[in-house]
C-alpha cells in the first residue's frame, strides 16, 4: 500500500490496525518519492529452549500407572 504523508496523517490509527491485523507493508510518499516503509514489528524472540516453551501444552492420554515402555524394554534400561 502506498499513500501520501497527508493521508497518513489523517488515517494513522486506521492503517496501524490494518498492519498489525494483515502484515500489510505501507510506504509513505511525500512529492511522489517514498520517504518511510510501515512494517509490522517482528514476533518478540521467545524465551527458553524450544522443549521448555512446550511445558503444559500436552496432555496424557495414559493412566498415571501406565509406562511407555514394555516390562522387557524398563528391564533392559536398568
Given at each position: 500500500?502506498?499513500?501520501?504523508?497527508?493521508?497518513?496523517?489523517?488515517?494513522?490509527?486506521?492503517?496501524?490496525?490494518?498492519?498489525?491485523?494483515?502484515?500489510?507493508?505501507?510506504?509513505?510518499?511525500?512529492?511522489?518519492?517514498?520517504?518511510?516503509?510501515?512494517?509490522?514489528a517482528?514476533?518478540?524472540?521467545s524465551?527458553?529452549?524450544?522443549?521448555?516453551?512446550?511445558y503444559?501444552?500436552g496432555?496424557?492420554?495414559?493412566?498415571?500407572?501406565?509406562?511407555?515402555?514394555?516390562?522387557?524394554?524398563?528391564?533392559?534400561?536398568?
Amino acid at each position: 500500500m502506498i499513500i501520501s504523508v497527508t493521508e497518513l496523517k489523517s488515517r494513522l490509527l486506521e492503517i496501524i490496525r490494518e498492519i498489525e491485523r494483515n502484515g500489510t507493508v505501507v510506504e509513505v510518499e511525500r512529492h511522489g518519492e517514498v520517504v518511510a516503509r510501515l512494517v509490522p514489528a517482528a514476533a518478540p524472540p521467545s524465551r527458553g529452549r524450544p522443549w521448555e516453551r512446550l511445558y503444559g501444552t500436552g496432555s496424557l492420554l495414559a493412566s498415571a500407572e501406565e509406562s511407555v515402555l514394555d516390562d522387557q524394554d524398563l528391564e533392559a534400561a536398568r
